[in-house]
């Protein structure tokens, strides 16, 4: 089962950016659709952006603009770089790895993000 470490979370203003970074533990070059997800305080789990193996990536209406996803294959890491960051941003990121054909999943721990003044 791949294993996925997050880091880069923390507090930051308003208008400020962050960068979050995804590290796998297994190679993540083929067949690997990677997520970042987020959790506020009360509310579900909801996806934010995905990357795919060929590099497609999508976005939630949310943070589109704003927000971008990439990876490096060779340093087995996804990347969220977040700028332009509002309160309603704030909540924990989860990275999420899913095979392309077999499905199988795993999620990260979760690092967390608060955008307040």
């Known amino acids: 089962q791949v294993q996925l470490v997050e880091s880069g979370g923390g507090l930051v203003k308003p208008g400020g950016s962050l960068r979050l970074s995804c590290t796998a533990s297994?190679?993540?070059?083929?067949?690997?659709?990677m997520d970042w997800h987020r959790q506020a305080a009360g509310n579900e789990r909801e996806l934010v952006a995905t990357?795919?193996?060929?590099?497609?990536?999508t976005y939630a209406d949310s943070v589109k603009g704003r927000f971008t996803i990439s990876r490096d294959n060779t340093k087995r890491t996804v990347y969220l770089q977040m700028n332009s960051l509002k309160p309603a941003d704030t909540a924990v990121y989860y990275c999420?790895?899913?095979?392309?054909?077999?499905?199988?999943?795993?999620w990260g721990q979760g690092t967390q993000v608060a955008v307040s003044s």
């Open positions: 999420k790895y899913a095979h392309e054909f077999t499905g199988r999943s795993s």
């Open positions: 297994a190679s993540i070059t083929r067949f690997a659709i």
């Open positions: 990357i795919t193996s060929s590099g497609l990536t």
